[in-house]
């Protein structure tokens, strides 16, 4: 038997309405980031979520960032 790493974002309608979150939490990538934005560090979101580890915070990036990558850029007339 192969092991199979259990994906880090997941998105469940029953969850926080669907958004995005850390596999087992409520925590949405979303407050993550916004936690960020609001100049907190990885080490105070740590402190202040002691159920996620860097690894969590890392994937929560990694996700917006891909998600903004999906984006397409339309020419203005």
Known sequence: M??????????????????????GTRITVEHILRMFAAGHTEESILMAHPQLNVEAIRAAQTYAADSLSDWRVIAAE
């Open 2 to 23: 192969t092991n199979v790493e259990k994906p880090r974002i997941v998105s469940d309608p029953a969850i926080m309405m669907g958004k995005p979150t850390i596999s």
